[in-house]
């Protein structure tokens, strides 16, 4: 009787184990990068030249020169973008090297978003 009673109080944690290691999850699709569906971000912007800004942003509201760092302001209703642009240690134009993203109220967003909301279709 102790025996059956023991069987049937220990089934249910038998069960248990049983069921979490025979089950297996779904494997989950691996992402491949495809240039079709690449979804383009900060290197659109990072280690660009003002020129090369002006032509994906069109022309900024803002250009602050303060040797040795020069920051272009480009907004839109959706954001502003603040793009730094120090020279490179081997001389030669300024280049991006730090962006800040925010709403007009100082809110901060998404950089990438607001890069591509900003860009010249």
């Excluded at 020129?51 to 920051?71: H, I, S, T, Y």
């Amino acid at each position: 009787m102790i025996r059956k009673l023991f069987i049937l109080l220990t089934l249910p944690a038998f069960g248990a184990c049983v069921s979490a290691t025979a089950v297996d999850s779904p494997a989950l699709p691996t992402a491949t990068a495809s240039p079709l569906n690449k979804v383009q971000g900060l290197e659109l912007v990072m280690g660009k030249t003002a020129n090369q800004l002006k032509r994906l942003f069109g022309n900024p509201q803002a250009d602050v020169v303060e040797p040795p760092a020069r920051k272009l302001q480009f907004s839109s209703g959706a954001c502003i973008l603040d793009a730094y642009l120090y020279p490179q240690k081997s001389g030669g134009e300024g280049r991006v090297t730090h962006i800040d993203a925010r709403r007009s109220d100082g809110a901060e967003v998404d950089r990438v978003s607001c890069v591509n909301a900003l860009r010249v279709r």
